[in-house]
C-alpha cells in the first residue's frame, strides 16, 4: 500500500534536489520517513535526502522501494502552484500521481537499474557553517571565471577563490562572518563548479549551510530544506593533480 499526499512544493524541492545529480532515482519509503541516495554516473557526486513523513499531509504505506523517472515527476509538478496537492497512489504496476483534475499514471522503474549507494564514512577535519545566500552567490559568480573551485581554510578564514584566463573572482569570508568555524589545521582542496552551481542554487534561500572538506578531502554540504522537514547531505569528490 502506498498512499501518499505532499503540497507541490514539498515535492518540487524533493524533486529539484535529486535532479542536481541524477534522472532516476529509488524512492525508500520507511515507516516514518522518505529517504532517497543517489550517485551520478561519474561516481563524483552524491545526494542523500532524508524527508520525515510529518511533512506530508498523509502518510499511509507499507515500508517500499519505487524507482521513477524524475523528469516526468517534474514535469506535472511544473503545471502545479506552491499549495496545490499532489496524491500519489501504487495501484498494482504503475503510480498515479494526481494533480486537481490531472492524473498521471507512471510505470516504475526497474528497480536494479537504478543505483543506490551507501554513504562514505569518512572524518573530514574541518567545517564551517555559513549563510546560504553568501555561499551561493560566491559559488555562481565563480561560475563566470572557471570550472574549478579552490577552497582554503586556516584558523581565521573561509576563502572561494576561481582563477580564470586571465580574471579572477576571490571571496573571503572571515570567522566572524562565519556561524562556525572549526579547522583542525589550515587546508585547500579544490572542486567542480559544474557540480556546485546547480546546487547552490537551491540554496540560496537556506538559511545554513554546513561545509566540511579537508587537504584533498570530498567536500560535504549539509542542509535543510522546508523549515526542516528535510534533511539533505550532498558529497563531492575534489579535483587533484591527476584529473588535469
Not at 215 to 242: C, H, K, N, Q, W
Request: glycine share 4%; proline share 4%; charged share 25%.
Amino acid at each position: 500500500m502506498l498512499n501518499v499526499t505532499a503540497r507541490q512544493d514539498l515535492m518540487t524541492k524533493i524533486v529539484e534536489t535529486l535532479m542536481v545529480v541524477v534522472e532516476d532515482a529509488k524512492f525508500v519509503f520507511k515507516e516514518d520517513r522518505l529517504q532517497v541516495t543517489v550517485v551520478d554516473a561519474s561516481h563524483v557526486a552524491m545526494v542523500d535526502l532524508k524527508v520525515d513523513a510529518k511533512a506530508f499531509d498523509t502518510w499511509e504505506i507499507e515500508e517500499s522501494e519505487l524507482a521513477l523517472e524524475l523528469k516526468k515527476v517534474k514535469e506535472l509538478l511544473s503545471v502545479g502552484a506552491a499549495d496545490d496537492m499532489i496524491e500519489m497512489a501504487l495501484n498494482r504496476d504503475a503510480l498515479s500521481l494526481r494533480l486537481g483534475k490531472i492524473n498521471l499514471n507512471l510505470r516504475p522503474l526497474d528497480l536494479s537499474t537504478v543505483n543506490s549507494p551507501n554513504l562514505p564514512n569518512i572524518e573530514i577535519p574541518s567545517s564551517i557553517e555559513i549563510n546560504g545566500t553568501a555561499l551561493s552567490q560566491a559559488l555562481r559568480m565563480s561560475r563566470f571565471v572557471g570550472d574549478l573551485v579552490n577552497f582554503s581554510i586556516d584558523a581565521n578564514a573561509f576563502t572561494v577563490h576561481v582563477q580564470g584566463q586571465p580574471d579572477s573572482v576571490n571571496v573571503s569570508f572571515s570567522k566572524e562572518d562565519l556561524e562556525s568555524l572549526n579547522c583542525a589545521s589550515p587546508a585547500r582542496s579544490q572542486y567542480s563548479l559544474t557540480y556546485l552551481v546547480p546546487l547552490a542554487k537551491l540554496f540560496s534561500s537556506v538559511g545554513t549551510v554546513k561545509l566540511g572538506f579537508g587537504e584533498s578531502f570530498p567536500l560535504r554540504i549539509e542542509f535543510s530544506i522546508m523549515d526542516g522537514a528535510g534533511e539533505v547531505t550532498y558529497f563531492l569528490a575534489p579535483r587533484v593533480e591527476s584529473d588535469y
